[in-house]
């Protein structure tokens, strides 16, 4: 076995664990885990690698992970600085934590990873697992996305399919229960947290200097991620500004909204569209309120007539995307018809996943 020490420990209980030892999450009160490290500001090279210093490992191999693009555009004349995210490896941001997590796996010596997903964690679980050529597990709901699918066999992963989402997290607790198995839990593990800091930092060595940051909320490491990266730039003394998190989420999957607003948000239609954010119950929900509240931030609620018309605006400025990703023009739209988002204000916007993976339905859709 590799030499590894990653401690996680429980905010909630105080549990600790033993550097060799893995849990997706707390083994005695069953909340989400943290990393405990030390972590300090040395960048060097390029990539995820980049930030090595203030991440809790060092995976072994790379997919070419990080080192995005950041884009700026002249939006109603507020500066609206894009992070291509879906220029990762396997088309979406989720290559950031699927390094530090599948890395950390082969580092404790597993031969296979377990996984329950419909969307792009799967693809991106896979690609990092068949790197280190372990075996991976990806358990699906049966309507999953053909395309998606494909593309998790195509890697060499093996799937599972199950009548509904539901049984999708039923059975992959079953197969997590067998010791030989790292079940990678996305929406719990904080990897995928700390490796979405990472965005936070590159964002600002390109030049982003403003103080709002827009994100689409599924399982929140993406918003928690960028919360924390920003909070490091202001402690370490290079930024000086605080930032304002904004969360985006879907009409038809409302968490945040009524926790910092107390009521029901004014909007009709669905949004089925923006699948990436349809997470009914985020482990990490109370984080995210919190990183809301400390930041003075909001949530926006949008629909899929909503999402389209800003899918429709990102392509026609070059820019392939999924329809989650639109949800952060379609917020930032909302903000600036509202007055919430003046001229002369700078906004970071991650895209985060290729509509490349989905372009039927972009065809239908557009
Ligand atoms: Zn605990």
Not at 156 to 184: F, Q, S
Not at 243 to 265: F, N
Not at 273 to 281: R, T
Request: proline content about 6%; hydrophobic content about 40%; some cysteine.
């Amino acid at each position: 076995m590799k030499k590894v020490n990653v401690v996680f420990y429980c905010p909630s209980c105080g549990f600790r664990s033993r550097g060799s030892e893995y849990y997706w999450r707390c083994p005695k009160c069953g909340s989400p885990l943290e990393v405990e490290y030390a972590s300090e500001w040395k960048p060097s090279g390029v990539g995820l690698k980049r930030y090595a210093s203030s991440l809790p490992l060092t995976p072994p191999k790379s997919l070419g992970e990080g080192s995005t693009p950041l884009i700026e555009l002249d939006y109603r004349g507020v500066t609206v600085k894009f992070k291509l995210e879906y220029l990762n490896p396997t088309g979406s941001f989720k290559d950031r934590g699927s390094s530090l997590a599948i890395g950390l796996a082969y580092l404790l010596g597993y031969r296979r990873v377990v996984e329950d997903t419909s969307g792009n964690t799967g693809i991106s679980v896979t690609a990092y697992a068949s790197l280190y050529n372990m075996e991976s597990i990806i358990v699906m709901p049966q309507y999953a996305p053909k395309g998606k699918k494909a593309l998790v066999k195509a890697l060499g992963g093996k799937i599972i399919e199950t009548p509904t989402r539901g049984d999708a997290a039923v059975k992959v607790l079953e197969l997590a229960r067998d010791n030989a198995n790292y079940y990678v839990a996305h929406t719990y593990s904080p990897l995928y947290v700390e490796a979405t800091k990472t965005i936070a930092y590159e964002a600002w060595e390109q030049g982003f200097n403003g103080d709002i940051v827009i994100a689409p909320v599924g399982s929140g490491g993406l918003f928690l991620g960028l919360h924390k990266g920003f909070k490091d730039l202001l402690k370490w003394g290079l930024r000086n500004r605080r930032h304002v998190m904004i969360a985006v989420e879907g009409s038809s999957t409302i968490r945040l909204y009524p926790r910092l607003y107390g009521g029901k948000p004014n909007i009709t239609g669905e949004s089925k569209l923006a699948d990436g954010i349809m997470v009914p119950k985020p482990p990490r929900l109370n984080e995210i309120v919190e990183a809301l509240k400390e930041t003075r931030g909001k949530v926006v609620v949008v629909s899929d007539k909503e999402i389209v018309e800003a899918l429709k605006e990102l392509y026609m400025y070059g820019l392939i995307v999924e329809p989650t990703s639109a949800t952060v023009l379609a917020a930032l739209k909302k903000l600036i018809e509202s007055g919430n988002i003046a001229r002369g204000n700078e906004v970071l916007a991650p895209l985060t996943g290729s509509g490349l993976k989905m372009i039927d339905l972009i065809e239908k859709i557009l």
